[in-house]
């Protein structure tokens, strides 16, 4: 995407709605809550044949004390709009202008860059009174829009047809290298956001000592060694029972959406009190989503006995996190950039290994050794026998085993089976997952025929 345009404007106007309109989908949490956007967020946007990229940029608040959130979170915005090509100047057409849209129009001009004028909230054929108002900010006769219900897009288009060449739309129109997306995890404040402006190596995530910074869940698009990447910073998670807020539960369920998703998860833990509870939950659900999992021991630099609190981790992995059985644990600084370039590596690796496949051959043959080795128990006076073996998936390995009686294989024979897979083709780390199937050998009739 080489054109871009930027949603500007004082806080809950309406530019997350008209961003999740552009992009074609819900990226963006919407809530009547002011404020909920803190770091600008980018998508792939397009509006009839045009195509462009979009950013979503929080509210520019006209009253910010030095070293504030809503400070840091306008010097967020400006980065934003420093990329742009265009600045969508968002207002509220039923509210009129108030000091808040002067002060941000004052910013704005600042920035040299052309300016479009949307007064939002304008649904049906009755314009707002307050409309006419808009007209004094300087940017010439507002387009009338409303982002919930699409209302006059096609005048939007039109004005930005002065800026954007039909060479820009149909280079533009080619669809985005597929890229890998590893979602960052884990509890409030252990270090996300952090962590994903090291990997960028700029402040692009919003970061300070007040939990529960990060809102949304804002993709950063990067590149490593060549191959591009989605990152992903989502909400710090808290546990169920301490999340009473509406705005609080939406962030959660983005970040939930945004595990589905993900190839890789890196689960970031405080190292200074790893595994809470609440880190084992969210584990737990990146292995049911059958996600690759990482994690990441932030902080390492405030541990004082590394090897013996490192010793203690890998301990309670094992007993806690059993269905990715060799899970890396990477510890790292995301402050000083420290283990940065390992937590790489073991992501990469894992991702690889999340995408490997065995041949049907290797696996049957690695199937009668472990049969002739540890035979799977009698029942009802006959012996259980496997009779073949396929792996019928990646993301992650899924294998298909035909078992004479498949009711009757204990499940702790399926994790002997699990364990030997891991071991002798080296896929720890990953969710492994099996299907029982009561047949005999499908290729045997094949083979008598052949």
């Not at 941000?104 to 307050?130: D, H, M, Q, S």
């Not at 690759?292 to 992995?317: C, G, M, P, Q, S």
């Not at 050998?441 to 083979?447: D, M, R, S, T, V």
């Amino acid at each position: 995407m080489t054109f871009t345009i930027a949603i500007a404007g004082r806080p809950n106007v309406g530019k997350s709605t008209l961003f999740n309109r552009f992009v074609g989908k819900q990226m963006a949490i919407v809530n009547d809550q002011p404020g909920v956007t803190r770091d600008w967020r980018e998508g792939e946007g397009h509006l009839f044949d045009m195509r462009f990229r979009v950013l979503d940029t929080a509210g520019l608040e006209n009253v910010r004390a030095k070293g504030s959130i809503a400070a840091r979170t306008a010097a967020q915005t400006k980065k934003a709009l420093e990329m742009a090509d265009v600045i969508m100047l968002v207002v509220d057409a039923r509210a009129g202008v108030t000091s808040e849209d002067t002060a941000v129009a004052r910013e704005l001009r600042k920035t040299g860059k052309p300016i479009i004028l949307l007064a939002n909230k304008c649904e049906g054929n009755v314009l707002p009174a307050a409309m006419d108002e808009t007209v004094s900010l300087g940017f010439g006769d507002p387009i009338p829009v409303s982002a919930s219900h699409g209302d006059g897009l096609m005048d939007v288009y039109e004005a930005l047809g002065k800026y954007i060449s039909d060479e820009q739309a149909e280079a533009d129109a080619g669809e985005e290298e597929k890229r890998l997306i590893f979602a960052i995890v884990g509890r409030p404040n252990a270090g996300k956001s952090t962590l994903i402006n090291r990997f960028v190596g700029d402040d692009r995530m919003l970061t300070g000592p007040e939990p529960g910074l990060t809102r949304d869940s804002v993709p950063v698009a990067w590149e490593y060694r060549g191959k591009p990447i989605r990152l992903v910073d989502t909400a710090g998670m808290r546990r169920r029972a301490r999340v009473t807020e509406t705005l609080e539960r939406m962030s959660v369920q983005e970040t939930l959406r945004q595990i589905r998703l993900a190839n890789v998860v890196i689960l970031v833990l405080d190292a200074t009190q790893p595994f809470d509870k609440q880190d084992l939950i969210i584990a737990h659900h990146v292995v049911e989503e059958g996600r690759a999992l990482v994690v990441a021991l932030n902080k390492w630099d405030l541990i004082k006995d590394k090897k013996a609190v490192l010793k203690t981790i890998r301990e309670t992995a094992e007993d806690s996190l059993a269905q990715v059985a060799g899970v890396p644990l990477v510890p790292v600084c995301a402050l000083k950039g420290d283990g940065i370039k390992d937590l790489m590596r073991e992501t990469m690796k894992t991702y690889d290994t999340w995408n490997f496949r065995v041949s049907t051959g290797k696996l049957n043959r690695w199937l009668e050794d472990m049969e002739a080795n540890h035979p799977p128990p009698i029942t009802s006076g006959r012996r259980i026998k496997l009779r073949y073996m396929t792996q019928v998936k990646s993301r992650p390995p899924t294998f298909s085993l035909w078992v004479n009686k498949p009711v009757n294989l204990p499940e702790s024979y399926l994790r002997f089976l699990t364990g030997g897979l891991r071991k002798t083709f080296g896929l720890t780390g990953v969710p492994i997952r099996w299907q029982l199937k009561k047949s005999e050998n499908p290729y045997e009739n094949k083979k008598k025929k052949d």
